[in-house]
């Protein structure tokens, strides 16, 4: 089964629970194409098969939202192109398959700060969102990264945080509070901003200031920042 997609195709299926299924829509996760399988037993099923980036490729290119699910965690982070990501961008259709391909894939790649700054002015609510949910990644997961290409992020999450479509705006918010999260710096960078969109006339911009506002603001994350 481990590069066979048609023999994979046929184990989620054998894996998929009508209940599951009929309980996407309570999370806004399209069922059209789906099988109904749970996220546990798509983690199982990847860690059986291993790393394939043929494969990935090839569950892709099936439609079926646990075959690209687990195409995030089967590909290869060393073998993925920007062509590629752009091409998979083009394809997220729901924030479930959007956020997972950047964080267990995209944000392993060499290409995500590139990648960020190209889909934040993607007309699409899930390209865009792409681009939030991918930088939100790389700052929890590169602790080796500086300060500066968060710092450069920040006037485009200025920019979406006016977007008032709901999985932009939540997006944007979780990216600038994972970004205010990483270094003193970056604390004091992103809570200025946040208090300029929490002043500002529009409420898609108040509510993204304000929700960062309020995590950003608690002792506790205050405290690791200063223990750094």
């Known amino acids: 089964m481990k590069n066979d997609p048609r023999s994979v195709l046929a184990e989620l ?16 996760i399209p069922s059209g194409k789906a099988f109904g399988v749970p996220m546990h037993a798509i983690h199982a099923l990847a860690k059986r098969i291993g790393r394939s980036h043929e494969l ?3 569950l892709w290119g099936t439609g079926w939202y646990e075959a690209r699910t ?11 192109t920007p062509a ?3 091409r998979w961008c083009r394809g997220f259709d729901s924030w479930a398959i959007c956020d997972t391909v950047c964080f267990h894939l995209f944000d392993r790649t060499p290409h995500a700060f590139g990648r960020i700054e190209r889909w934040a002015r993607r007309k699409g ?3 865009r969102r792409a681009a939030f949910a991918l930088l939100a990644s790389v700052g929890a997961h590169d602790r080796e990264a500086e300060d500066a290409p ?3 992020s920040l006037p ?4 979406a945080a006016f977007d008032e479509r709901n999985f932009v705006k939540k997006g944007v918010s979780w990216a600038l509070r994972v970004v205010g999260r990483r270094s003193l710096a970056l604390h004091r960078a992103s809570v200025a901003l946040a208090k300029r969109l929490v002043a500002s006339g529009d409420p898609a911009a108040r509510w993204v200031g304000k929700d960062a506002l309020l995590d950003l603001s608690k002792p506790a994350v205050l405290a690791r920042l200063k223990r750094r």
Do not use: N, S, T, Y
């Open 13 to 28: 299926r054998r894996l998929a629970r009508r209940k599951h299924r009929d309980g996407m829509a309570r999370f806004a």
């Open 56 to 58: 990935a490729l090839a």
């Open 70 to 80: 687990l195409a995030a965690f089967v590909d290869e982070p060393a073998r993925v």
């Open 84 to 86: 590629q990501m752009d």
């Open 125 to 127: 609510e899930f390209q």
């Open 150 to 152: 968060f710092a450069r």
């Open 156 to 159: 485009l999450i200025e920019e």
